[in-house]
T-cell receptor, first 112, second 115 residues
Framework: RKEVEQDPGPFNVPEGATVAFNCTYSNSASQSFFWYRQDCRKEPKLLMSVYSSGNEDGRFTAQLNRASQYISLLIRDSKLSDSATYLCVVNYYGGSQGNLIFGKGTKLSVKP | EAGVTQFPSHSVIEKGQTVTLRCDPISGHDNLYWYRRVMGKEIKFLLHFVKESKQDESGMPNNRFLAERTGGTYSTLKVQPAELEDSGVYFC?????????????FGQGTRLTVV
């Protein structure tokens, strides 16, 4: 079983649509959670951290359910510029800050 | 503020040759990471430095890979000798503190092709 699993995608949605991505992680010791976006042939860029209470940043809302080991990202009012691959990322650490564990990513394509 | 920079952006080498990748982290970030994405797979952790010390190198695939971070500033990742399966995109990242919800910041990557 993969440590971080995401919807396989691709998601093809029209502009203005609401789209949700789901992610599950296998290690209950995971401590920090993030969504990254990656444009084609570019580096991953931090979109937002995910907090236990849930958090929102403009059109983006992230949720975390530690009991179910489940993370979600909701994008409202999709824009063409939202087209990218969205990576679910978790971190767990022992004696140091550890490392980031990536999902394979879900590709989003927003069409006019 | 300058981001994480990597050099070169692309490298094409023959099987058996040596390649050295360089990463300059964000100034003040003690944590430096190397990651790799091979085609069709997820991004995978290779190694973590805290300053000049290797904190975790559990992701290094084999002893053909050598990472250094002398002086705790920039880092190099050497592959010697390169094999075909080493092809992929090598990302470097740096961070301050994951616990505070600050993720890691990535360089643009080095696309390595071994032919």
């Amino acid at each position: 079983r993969k440590e971080v699993e995401q919807d396989p995608g691709p998601f093809n949605v029209p502009e203005g649509a609401t789209v949700a991505f789901n992610c599950t992680y296998s290690n209950s010791a995971s401590q920090s959670f993030f969504w990254y976006r990656q444009d084609c042939r570019k580096e991953p860029k931090l979109l937002m951290s995910v907090y236990s209470s849930g958090n929102e940043d403009g059109r983006f809302t992230a949720q975390l359910n530690r009991a179910s080991q489940y993370i979600s990202l909701l994008i409202r009012d999709s824009k063409l510029s939202d087209s990218a691959t969205y990576l679910c990322v978790v971190n767990y650490y022992g004696g140091s800050q550890g490392n980031l564990i990536f999902g394979k990513g879900t590709k989003l394509s927003v069409k006019p | 503020e300058a981001g994480v920079t990597q050099f070169p952006s692309h490298s094409v080498i023959e099987k058996g040759q040596t390649v050295t990748l360089r990463c300059d982290p964000i100034s003040g970030h003690d944590n430096l990471y190397w990651y790799r994405r091979v085609m069709g797979k997820e991004i995978k952790f290779l190694l973590h430095f805290v300053k000049e010390s290797k904190q975790d190198e559990s992701g290094m695939p084999n002893n053909r890979f050598l990472a250094e971070r002398t002086g705790g500033t920039y880092s190099t990742l050497k592959v010697q000798p390169a094999e075909l399966e080493d092809s992929g995109v090598y990302f470097c990242a740096s961070s301050q503190d994951f616990a505070a919800g600050r993720g890691a910041f990535f360089g643009q990557g080095t696309r390595l092709t071994v032919v």
